[in-house]
């Protein structure tokens, strides 16, 4: 099946040389195995129950969206237990410690990533569920 994207000129040079670099033959490849990838992690995510430790991490601008983080942040106060915070730059990088329900930790990393000015966020079970 053909598709296109709309990617920013400096991510799709950035994804050309890592994929090169890799060896892959092509563009079309190294795409479909990032998709491959990003799809095992939403279902690692999906399939993981019970309670959990887990550090989310992400980047995002700072000055766009600093209020509707911490809002965001205050409604999980039930699973954060701490949190970190560093400027890099325009942009900051804050991790997030968690410990709770396996559901309450998706809804909040598919919360942070709702955000436009949130450029990446990262899960790492440390302790699954169950």
């Known amino acids: 099946m053909r598709t296109s994207f709309n ?3 400096g991510l799709i040079e950035e994804f050309d ?3 090169r670099d890799e060896g892959i033959e092509n563009r079309s490849r190294a795409v479909r195995e990032a998709m491959r ?3 095992e992690s939403h279902a690692r995510l999906e399939d993981t129950a019970g309670e959990v430790v887990a550090l989310l991490g992400f980047d995002y601008r ?3 969206v600093i209020r509707e983080l911490h809002g965001v942040q205050h ?3 039930d699973v954060i237990l701490n949190t970190s915070h560093t400027h890099q730059g325009e942009w900051c990088l804050e991790s997030l410690f968690c410990r709770g329900d396996a559901a309450r930790v998706r809804e909040l990393t ?3 990533r709702d955000f436009d000015a949130v450029r990446r966020v990262k899960v790492m079970m440390i302790r ?3």
């Open 110 to 112: 598919y919360r942070l």
């Open 128 to 130: 699954d569920g169950d």
């Open 37 to 39: 990838e990003y799809v």
């Open 17 to 19: 040389r890592t994929w």
């Open 7 to 9: 990617v920013p000129e």
């Open 75 to 77: 409604e999980y106060q």
């Open 62 to 64: 700072h000055h766009e």
